[in-house]
């Protein structure tokens, strides 16, 4: 097909590169990056756009879906989408889809093994080995995660993964969400303050966005307790950064596991010196196969889009 019949489709941020090539063989795309002024130049070119691709990560704010006039599709990298002006789409008619599901089991697994490096100190304690520490003493003891007790804020579809890695490790699951689901069988804590007192383990698996910004403020966190961990694969803006630092700083929580931050990728150097907390780069996700089945699911949503009029899988 020429470029002129194919659909225009407008990229926002890099995808794989395999995503790219696939995309590229079968629409006509144009990377929005690779422009000096995006504004001036969304100001000439917008209206020939049917599609836009963007992440989690760049999203489409009202600004960038207002510059695209014939805008009729969205299709997103990653399960986030608070970064997407998803009421303002709709009241246009976009359809938008995303990537769901595909990624729960790496985003749980990580979710574990940063519940165990926090607790049982394995990253710290490897850079004592690496100092040539050990020479001069045994490591400290740490914290046992069997038998422990593991509260989720926000059991959705990642949340109820990380539950399910937690049966492996006799743990006893609580949760908390706006509203008790009927079909869980895990017990309901009404208020993120109970689950914060009960948890030796609280782990943030709800969405982002407004709603959830800062639910985990310093009294969250001394309801949590010097032998609390926090672990967080989430979203930076759920957590109160700035009591968090305070916290670990002070011996008020026994430590944290954190996969993203609140103005990602900017970390607090103040995280840095703090030997009871794990900091990942936002990885998650971020295994081949995972982010193989995600970029997969990028270009059906648009294939099944222009096919058949319809996402494949559509945000709720
Ligand atoms: C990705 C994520 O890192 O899916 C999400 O919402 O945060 C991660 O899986 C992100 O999509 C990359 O932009």
Wanted: with cysteine; hydrophobic share 45%; net charge negative.
């Amino acid at each position: 097909m020429s470029n002129t019949t194919r659909p225009r489709i407008l990229q926002r941020g890099r995808l794989l590169p395999q995503l790219e090539s696939a995309l590229a063989a079968e629409f006509d795309v144009h990377l929005l990056d690779a422009e000096q002024d995006n504004t001036a130049w969304l100001a000439e070119h917008g209206h020939t756009f049917v599609a836009l691709t963007s992440s989690a990560r760049y999203g489409a704010d009202r600004a960038l879906i207002d510059a695209l006039p014939n805008l009729r599709v969205i299709s997103s990298f990653g399960v986030g989408y608070e970064t997407i002006d998803v009421a303002h789409a709709r009241e246009r008619g976009i359809q938008i889809g995303y990537t769901p599901d595909v990624l729960n089991d790496c985003v749980a697994d990580t979710a574990f093994g940063l519940l165990m490096d926090a607790a049982r100190r394995f990253s710290a304690s490897d850079r004592f080995v690496r100092r040539g520490e050990w020479l001069a003493g045994q490591y400290p003891l740490t914290t046992r995660i069997s038998g422990k007790k593991l509260g989720i804020l926000g059991l959705g579809r990642i949340g109820r993964v990380i539950a399910r890695r937690a049966s492996g490790f006799d743990m006893e699951v609580r949760y908390h969400n706006r509203r008790a689901l009927p079909d869980a069988p895990f017990a309901y804590e009404p208020t993120l303050h109970g689950l914060a007192r009960w948890a030796d383990f609280l782990v943030v698996a709800s969405a982002g966005g407004a709603e959830t910004r800062k639910l985990v403020d310093a009294g969250v966190l001394e309801a949590l307790g010097p032998k609390g961990f926090l672990i967080n694969i989430s979203r930076g803006s759920v957590v109160d950064e700035a009591a968090l630092l305070d916290a670990l700083r002070e011996g008020r929580i026994a430590g944290a596991g954190l996969d993203v931050f609140e103005r990602e990728p900017q970390v607090p150097e103040a995280f840095f010196a703090l030997d009871n907390a794990v900091l990942l780069p936002h990885v998650a996700s971020a295994t081949h196969e995972t982010r193989q089945a995600m970029a997969d699911l990028v270009f059906e949503n648009l294939r099944s889009f222009f096919a058949e009029g319809h996402v494949k899988v559509a945000v709720p």
